[in-house]
C-alpha cells in the first residue's frame, strides 16, 4: 500500500510540473507571438478565451469525471486533445490563417485546456491519505513547472515564435502519457439515470445551497476580479519605475509561493482553516496597498506577496472543497471553482482592470497612468471582500452535508 501510495504521489508530482511547462510555453509568449505574426489585435481576445472556456467546460469535464471515469482518466484524453488543437493553433498562426480562423482554434483549445487544472486538481486529492499536509509539496511542482517553461521558452529563442507553441504541444503528449501510468482512483458514482442538466454539471450549482460553500465560492470569484490586474499590468508599473528585465522580477511571486507551498501543510495541521484563508486574503490586501504605495521597495515586496497570497487561498481552497464535500461531488466541486474563478472572476477582471486602468490614465490628463489610484481601487475591492468572508464564513463541521434537490 504504501508503495502505491508512493508511485501515486510522484505520478502526480510529475503531471503537475509537465502541465505547468506546458501552459506556460503557451501563455506567456502568446502575446509577442500573436503581435510578430500580425495579430496584434487578437491578444485581449485570445486571453479571454480562458475564461470563455471557463464559463463552459470544467462542470461538463468534471460531471462526467464524477460519473464515469476517474478524473486522471479523463484528463488523460483531453491533454491528448489540446495537443492536438495546440498544433493545429500554432499551424494556424504560422501559415498566416485569417485572423477569425485564428481566434477560433485558440478558443477551441482553450475549451479542452481549462477544464485539466481542476481535474488534475481532482485526481491528486481523491488519492491522498492525508491531503492537508501532501498536497501542497506536490501542487508546487506545478509552479516549478510554469517556471521552467518560461525559461525553456528563453532557451530555445521562441519568446515571439510558434516553436514555443508547437514545444507546448510536446509537453501535453507528456502530460497524456504519464496519466496513463498514473493509478486511478475512480470517486463513488451516483447511481440511477443522469438528466442532461446533470450531464452538462449544472447540477453543482446546489453546492451554493450550503452557506459556508457559497461563501467560500463567491469569495474565489470575487477576489479573483482584481487578481486579475496582476501579471497583465504589474510588469507595466516595473517598467515605469524604471526595472528591466520585469519578468525576472515577476518571478519573486513563484518564490513565494512555493515557499509557501512547502509550509501549507504544517500551517493547516496547527491553525483553522478560516484562518489560512484569512491570512491569504490579508496578505492579497496588503500586495495591493504595497503596490499603490509607488516606491521601488514597496513594489517590488507587493509583487513577491503574491505568492502567498495565492497558496494560502487558491491552493488552500481546493483543500477545503476536498475535505467539506462529499465524495460522489469533489470533482464537480473543483470545476465549479474553475467556473468562478477562471470564467467569472478572470472574465469580469479582465475586462474590468482594463476599463479601470484607462480611468487611472486620465486621470491627470498627461496619458501616464496613476499607478496609486489603479492598486488603491483593487486594494479597496479586495478589503471589502475580505470582510465579507470573515463576516459570513462560519466554518462549520466538516461532515460534508448531503447534496439533494433542486437549485
Known amino acids: 500500500m504504501r508503495s502505491v501510495m508512493s508511485s501515486h504521489r510522484t505520478g502526480l508530482s510529475v503531471l503537475f510540473l509537465l502541465q505547468g511547462i506546458a501552459m506556460a510555453m503557451w501563455f506567456v509568449p502568446l502575446s509577442p507571438v500573436l503581435e510578430a505574426h500580425g495579430l496584434g489585435a487578437l491578444r485581449p481576445y485570445a486571453f479571454a478565451t480562458s475564461s470563455v472556456a471557463g464559463l463552459v467546460t470544467p462542470l461538463i469535464f468534471g460531471a462526467f469525471a464524477d460519473r464515469h471515469a476517474s478524473p486522471v482518466a479523463v484528463l488523460r484524453w483531453v491533454s491528448a486533445a ?13 501559415r498566416h490563417a485569417p485572423p477569425m480562423v485564428v481566434l477560433f482554434l485558440i478558443q477551441l483549445q482553450s475549451l479542452l485546456s481549462t477544464p485539466t487544472w481542476s481535474l488534475l486538481t481532482a485526481a491528486g486529492l481523491a488519492g491522498l491519505k492525508d491531503a492537508k499536509r501532501e498536497f501542497g509539496p506536490i501542487r508546487a511542482f506545478g509552479t516549478f513547472g510554469w517556471m521552467a517553461g518560461c525559461v525553456l521558452v528563453s532557451a530555445l529563442g521562441a519568446d515571439a515564435s510558434t516553436r514555443a507553441g508547437f514545444s507546448a504541444c510536446a509537453f501535453w503528449i507528456a502530460v497524456a502519457v504519464v496519466a496513463a501510468f498514473v493509478p486511478s482512483t475512480p470517486l463513488p458514482r451516483a447511481e440511477g439515470s443522469v438528466s442532461a ?72 495541521a496547527n491553525i483553522r482553516l478560516k484562518w489560512v484563508l484569512a491570512t491569504g486574503l490579508g496578505f492579497a490586501v496588503l500586495r495591493f496597498v504595497l503596490l499603490a504605495s509607488g516606491t521601488k521597495a514597496a513594489v517590488l515586496v507587493g509583487v513577491s506577496l503574491h505568492g502567498f497570497a495565492f497558496t494560502l487561498f487558491f491552493v488552500a481552497v481546493p483543500i477545503y472543497l476536498n475535505e467539506h464535500i462529499e465524495a460522489g461531488w469533489r470533482t464537480r466541486a473543483q470545476a465549479l471553482l474553475s467556473l468562478m474563478t477562471q470564467g467569472i472572476g478572470g472574465l469580469t477582471g479582465y475586462l474590468g482592470s482594463g476599463l479601470w486602468l484607462e480611468v487611472c490614465q486620465r486621470q491627470d490628463g498627461s496619458g501616464t497612468t496613476s499607478w496609486p489610484l489603479f492598486w488603491g481601487g483593487l486594494a479597496t475591492i479586495v478589503a471589502a471582500v475580505y470582510g465579507y468572508f470573515l463576516i459570513a464564513y462560519h466554518e462549520r463541521p466538516s461532515g460534508a452535508p448531503a447534496i439533494s434537490g433542486r437549485w
Do not use: C, K
Open 82 to 94: 489540446t495537443a492536438v488543437m495546440l498544433a493545429l493553433t500554432n499551424l494556424a498562426i504560422e
Open 197 to 268: 442538466r446533470e450531464r452538462l454539471g449544472l447540477d453543482a450549482l446546489r453546492l451554493l445551497r450550503i452557506p459556508d460553500h457559497r461563501v467560500v465560492f463567491l469569495t474565489a470569484a470575487l477576489v479573483t476580479i482584481p487578481l486579475a490586474a496582476f501579471y497583465p499590468f504589474a510588469p507595466s508599473h516595473l517598467r515605469d519605475l524604471g526595472f528591466s528585465h520585469t519578468s525576472a522580477w515577476m518571478a519573486l511571486a513563484q518564490v513565494t509561493e512555493v515557499i509557501a507551498m512547502f509550509g501549507l501543510g504544517t500551517m493547516l
